[in-house]
């Protein structure tokens, strides 16, 4: 039921065509066919002035737009503060309202604007100048006031917007967005932007842990530990077995070097082969003494490779140190727990 329209919604009754493949496939084309105009006209010279004041900015860069614009220029300036570039989205409307407060003489000022007419923007211009900022305009028709009020223009070659009537901005902003965004790309390169400076900024998500989390970070420790002795009988270390969430048993000599690893999987093999000689039987006997085993400061995403590598899939590795000494254990479950 949960995926039936609303009982309020009658669409048997409404005006309009079923959407055919042919369809879609003539669209999704004229749309590339208009990137691609694009593409093939855009000025280099002007990208690459544009892209050189902004890899050489002292001060923020500040994206502004208004309508659909403006989501693009909030986009644009969000993917440059995650690649450590100083960016920030300016509101037209606030800006006017005090927030052209923010703006200094070392700032830049980039509006968005497929018409170049935006009365916003217009408006905004002699208040961000007074500032002091540089203003560069991004816009797509030529001849437009917005382009001859600024220090610098870059024309967006658009030939017309996908819509039937070529008035939705569908295209105009896609090509603002590609734009943007591939520019992004180049001050990245220009700046030699690591992955870890990349995953630094992006602590929350898993492109960050992925880049950030060592395997100590996520790992049990201490008291989180299912250790025994490889003298202690089975039987006898049932609640640490299934106690402590690991699933398995790291079994340890006097000095807290690890000997091997009894899984509850052993268990259930050793109950099948012995009967009820398990009763008599050490861990020792039966652990498996060549585990995988990983170090403190290897990668958290390589210890779930490891875990994944053949001959066969595992779910926990022991934690140990140059030595052997057993430091903790990570498990496939802490790391999908801890968004890896």
Same mark, same amino acid.
């Given at each position: 039921?949960?995926? *039936?329209?609303?009982?309020?919604?009658?669409?048997?009754?409404?005006?309009?065509?079923?959407?055919?493949?042919?369809?879609?496939?003539?669209?999704?084309?004229?749309?590339?066919?208009?990137?691609?105009?694009?593409?093939?006209?855009?000025?280099?010279?002007?990208?690459?002035?544009?892209? @050189?004041?902004?890899? /050489?900015?002292?001060?923020?860069?500040?994206?502004?737009?208004?309508?659909?614009? !403006?989501?693009?220029?909030?986009?644009?300036?969000?993917?440059?503060?995650?690649?450590?570039?100083?960016?920030?989205?300016? %509101?037209?409307?606030?800006?006017?309202?005090?927030?052209?407060?923010?703006?200094?003489?070392?700032?830049?000022?980039?509006?968005?604007?497929? #018409?170049?007419?935006?009365?916003?923007?217009? @408006?905004?211009?002699?208040?961000?100048?007074?500032?002091? $900022?540089?203003?560069?305009? *991004?816009? %797509?028709?030529?001849?437009?006031?917005?382009?001859?009020? +600024?220090?610098?223009?870059?024309? *967006?070659?658009?030939?017309?917007?996908? +819509?039937?009537?070529? *008035?939705?901005?569908?295209? /105009?902003?896609?090509?603002?967005?590609?734009?943007?965004?591939?520019? !992004?790309?180049?001050?990245?390169?220009? @700046?030699?932007?690591? &992955?870890?400076?990349?995953? !630094?900024?992006?602590?929350?998500?898993?492109?960050?842990? #992925?880049?950030?989390? &060592?395997?100590?970070?996520?790992?049990?420790?201490?008291?989180?530990?299912?250790? +025994?002795?490889?003298?202690?009988?089975? =039987?006898?270390?049932?609640?640490?077995?299934? /106690?402590?969430?690991?699933?398995?048993?790291?079994?340890?000599?006097?000095?807290?070097?690890?000997?091997?690893?009894?899984?509850?999987?052993?268990? @259930?093999?050793?109950?099948?082969?012995?009967?009820?000689?398990?009763?008599?039987?050490?861990?020792?006997?039966?652990?498996?003494?060549?585990?995988?085993?990983?170090?403190?400061?290897?990668? $958290?995403?390589?210890?779930?490779?490891? =875990?994944?590598?053949?001959?066969?899939?595992?779910?926990?590795?022991?934690?140990?140190?140059?030595?052997?000494?057993?430091?903790?254990?990570?498990?496939?479950?802490?790391?999908?727990?801890?968004?890896?």
């Amino acid at each position: 039921m949960g995926s *039936l329209p609303p009982t309020h919604l009658d669409f048997s009754s409404a005006n309009h065509q079923d959407i055919s493949k042919d369809n879609l496939v003539s669209l999704f084309k004229s749309q590339q066919d208009l990137l691609n105009h694009f593409f093939k006209h855009l000025d280099l010279s002007q990208t690459l002035s544009f892209s @050189r004041l902004l890899l /050489s900015a002292s001060g923020t860069v500040f994206f502004t737009g208004v309508g659909k614009s !403006a989501f693009v220029a909030n986009k644009v300036s969000q993917t440059l503060v995650s690649l450590s570039f100083r960016s920030s989205f300016l %509101s037209p409307l606030d800006a006017l309202h005090g927030d052209i407060g923010a703006l200094a003489p070392r700032d830049i000022l980039v509006l968005f604007s497929k #018409s170049g007419a935006t009365e916003e923007l217009l @408006r905004l211009v002699p208040c961000a100048k007074a500032r002091g $900022a540089f203003l560069v305009s *991004l816009t %797509s028709v030529p001849g437009n006031p917005l382009a001859g009020v +600024c220090d610098m223009n870059v024309h *967006l070659p658009l030939e017309r917007e996908l +819509c039937p009537f070529n *008035l939705a901005p569908v295209t /105009s902003t896609a090509i603002q967005m590609v734009f943007g965004d591939t520019i !992004a790309v180049a001050l990245m390169a220009a @700046r030699n932007l690591t &992955k870890e400076e990349y995953g !630094a900024n992006h602590p929350a998500g898993r492109i960050g842990k #992925s880049l950030i989390f &060592k395997v100590k970070d996520v790992m049990k420790k201490k008291d989180e530990l299912p250790v +025994c002795k490889e003298g202690d009988l089975i =039987m006898d270390q049932l609640v640490e077995l299934t /106690s402590k969430g690991c699933g398995c048993l790291l079994v340890v000599d006097e000095g807290h070097r690890l000997i091997g690893t009894f899984t509850d999987g052993d268990l @259930r093999r050793t109950l099948k082969a012995s009967g009820e000689a398990i009763f008599k039987l050490t861990v020792g006997e039966m652990c498996n003494r060549k585990p995988r085993t990983i170090g403190p400061e290897t990668m $958290a995403v390589e210890a779930m490779k490891k =875990m994944e590598s053949p001959p066969s899939p595992v779910q926990f590795l022991p934690v140990v140190n140059e030595d052997n000494t057993l430091i903790g254990i990570v498990t496939l479950h802490g790391l999908v727990s801890a968004g890896l």
